[in-house]
């Protein structure tokens, strides 16, 4: 069949972004194979949207650029049990104003961390990663009210994002081909496995990283509860150069910060 590829995530964004006029579905809806009818209200015309899986990323749908965000220990640790093992105003207060109205992605148990979504409430939209919680509420009516997306992949994510970026400057836009006026307006904010996959991708255009002054015993972390890492400098850093480097000092009970950014060597 002939049509334009994205993700069942994304279409189904397209279809509540644009005038629906009929579904036609090919394949079960967790079954990633599906054929959808839209027709855009202005020029009254018809596509035919076919699903490709949400593991791969889909060839039609340009991918955003993104940035990188994340706050470390000395020794690389960036959660403990599910929480930050450190707590700083002012790395929150950057965080916040680095992400303000932004796009963030997280996984699972980052969205997790707070219970009143306070780490994300900020954002404009916020798009998690996780397959058990598409899972639980895969075909929920209202899942597309909020400022929440699940997706099943960091591909998924990426497309969606830039379906999401793309809303804001044509509402009814079906094209995929987003707005590249907005900067970094997409932000990869953890954990683990997410920074693995975003510090490899080709999209990722900044680093910013805050390096506390703290030593976690992570063999003493990790037989209590999980241990979350950044990758190592090794990993991702002969792409990457730094540009800025800023020293936040001990601020009452709060430790010293370094905030690093870092740029693409090949932007
Ligand atoms: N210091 C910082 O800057 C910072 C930033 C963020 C988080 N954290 C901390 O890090 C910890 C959480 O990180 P984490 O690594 O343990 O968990 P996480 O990435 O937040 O969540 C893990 C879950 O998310 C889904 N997921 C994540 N990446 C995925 C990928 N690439 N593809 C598919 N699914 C993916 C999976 O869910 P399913 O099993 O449902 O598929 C996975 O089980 C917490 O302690 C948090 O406080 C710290």
Redesign the pocket.
């Known amino acids: 069949m002939n049509g334009i590829q994205f993700p069942l995530s994304v279409a189904r964004r397209l279809l509540t972004t644009g005038t629906k006029v009929g579904t036609n579905v090919l394949g079960p809806l967790d079954g990633y194979v599906v054929s959808i009818v839209v027709v855009q209200p202005l020029f009254s015309l018809s596509l035919h949207l076919e699903c490709c899986t949400p593991q791969t990323d889909c060839p039609f749908v340009p991918i955003a650029r993104f940035g990188i965000?994340?706050?470390?220990s000395k020794n690389a640790v960036?959660?403990?049990?599910?929480?930050?093992p450190w707590k700083i105003s002012q790395d929150r207060r950057l965080f916040k104003s680095l992400t303000d109205k932004s796009i963030m992605i997280?996984?699972?148990?980052?969205?997790e961390?707070h219970p009143k979504l306070a780490h994300i409430n900020h954002t404009r939209h916020c798009i998690v990663?996780?397959?058990?919680?598409v899972d639980i509420i895969a075909n929920r009516e209202d899942a597309s009210e909020t400022n929440i997306e699940l997706v099943?992949?960091?591909p998924e994510a990426l497309s969606m994002a830039r379906v999401l970026s793309t809303e804001q400057v044509n509402p009814v836009s079906t094209s995929g081909v987003g707005d590249d006026d907005c900067g970094l307006c997409c932000w990869v904010?953890?954990?683990?496995?997410?920074y693995e996959?975003a510090l490899q991708h080709e999209s990722s255009a900044e680093v910013h990283l805050?390096v506390v002054d703290v030593e976690i015993d992570i063999d003493a972390e990790r037989r209590t509860g999980?241990v979350?890492m950044f990758p190592t400098p090794s990993a991702w850093g002969d792409r990457f150069h730094e540009v800025a480097t800023t020293l936040y000092p001990r601020d009452g009970d709060a430790p010293s910060f370094t905030y690093h950014v870092y740029k693409r060597k090949d932007e």
Request: net charge positive; glycine share 20%.
């Open positions: 965000v994340a706050a470390m960036i959660g403990v049990a599910g929480g930050i997280i996984g699972k148990r980052t969205f961390e990663v996780s397959k058990s919680m099943r992949s960091f904010a953890g954990g683990e496995r997410l996959e805050s999980g979350a």
